[in-house]
């Protein structure tokens, strides 16, 4: 399978003393939908902008289709499309005027009007863009990367802040754009964005990645098959119940209270679980069940979640 991007060994040090980017390894594959994760400080804002060549590494090779920023900038900027977390567009344009704004800065642009009709906007394309909504703002400025005709997207968080109509909007177009054989190169803060949309994924916590995979190989190899959560009435001393002795048990996390056990048969687990509840004179006031997702993984990396601030 062609490589679209391809970095090794990267590193990326401040001031001779804070290293952000640890000896990274990275292949992202032609067509894909490659998620890039991690915490707050985690060196993955610091990996991407690498990547999109506004930074030098300290040290490390970065190739993108094949190319180098240090020798093939000006044709890499032809063929990347980036849209950022928080884009900043003239308010006094319409949208058709910034899109032809965007599009004079490439020499094979997408058709100003085929861009807005991928993207719903053919009904706002002379509205000012001061006067859009946040949800057509965003898909703005996905627009403004779109019209490069780009061979890879880079979208930083595209759908933060928006609502789900809105969300589902980017999702298809972002799948649209993988169908013409486009690679995208994802973060997100929501994890079902990134089970849903992204081929595989790398989890990046101290500058280096920890985990790497499809989001069922991750959730399979560290998370197990399911979760069962549970909360009892004045859970003093529950913290110190060996609850990763019951059957079927893998790991125990306790968050708020609530009780997360990381099962792979949850029929021999819960009644177990009943039993010793009874046996305490326990009081359960909450008890579910479900398959384990990616944030489960994320949490068991990384010991918290990735929307925390």
């Given amino acids: 399978m062609a490589v679209a991007i391809q970095c090794r060994g990267l590193r990326k040090t401040y001031e001779g003393k804070v290293e952000a980017v640890r000896g990274l390894d990275l292949t992202i594959n032609m067509?894909?939908?490659?998620?890039?994760?991690?915490?707050?400080?985690?060196?993955?804002?610091?990996?991407?902008?690498?990547?999109?060549?506004?930074?030098?590494p300290t040290s490390g090779?970065?190739?993108?289709?094949?190319?180098?920023?240090?020798?093939?900038?000006?044709?890499?900027?032809?063929r990347l499309g980036i849209s950022l977390q928080e884009t900043r567009l003239s308010e006094k344009l319409t949208v058709r005027e910034t899109l032809q704004l965007f599009s004079s800065f490439y020499r094979h642009p997408t058709?100003?009007?085929?861009?807005?009709?991928?993207?719903?906007?053919?009904?706002?394309?002379?509205?000012?863009?001061?006067?859009?909504s946040g949800g057509q703002k965003q898909r703005l400025a996905v627009a403004t990367a779109l019209v490069a005709n780009p061979r890879i997207l880079f979208l930083d968080e595209p759908t933060t802040g928006l609502d789900p109509q809105s969300r589902r909007q980017l999702w298809d177009i972002i799948r649209q754009f993988q169908q013409r054989n486009g690679t995208v190169l994802l973060t997100t803060h929501y994890m079902d964005e990134a089970e849903r949309l992204c081929d595989r994924i790398a989890i990046i916590d101290h500058g280096q990645i920890i985990a790497e995979g499809t989001p069922a190989e991750l959730i399979?190899?560290?998370s197990g098959h399911h979760v069962v959560e549970f909360a009892i009435a004045d859970g003093n001393g529950a913290d110190g119940h060996p609850w990763d002795k019951l059957p079927g048990v893998q790991s125990v996390r306790s968050d708020d209270g609530v009780f997360s056990l990381r099962v792979h048969e949850p029929h021999e687990t819960i009644p177990a679980l009943l039993a010793?509840?009874?046996?305490?004179?326990?009081?359960?006031?909450?008890?579910?069940?479900?398959?384990?997702?990616?944030?489960?993984v994320f949490v068991q990396l990384t010991g918290r979640h990735l929307r925390e601030e």
Avoid: M
């Fill in 31 to 56: 067509g894909e939908c490659f998620g890039l994760l991690g915490p707050n400080g985690a060196g993955k804002t610091t990996t991407i902008e690498i990547l999109e060549g506004l930074l030098e």
């Fill in 61 to 78: 090779q970065v190739e993108v289709l094949g190319k180098t920023w240090q020798s093939d900038e000006r044709e890499l900027r032809e």
């Fill in 111 to 132: 058709p100003v009007e085929t861009v807005l009709d991928e993207l719903s906007l053919q009904e706002k394309k002379d509205a000012l863009v001061g006067k859009l």
């Fill in 220 to 222: 399979e190899r560290l």
């Fill in 276 to 296: 010793e509840l009874q046996r305490q004179r326990a009081q359960l006031v909450h008890l579910t069940t479900r398959q384990a997702s990616l944030e489960d």
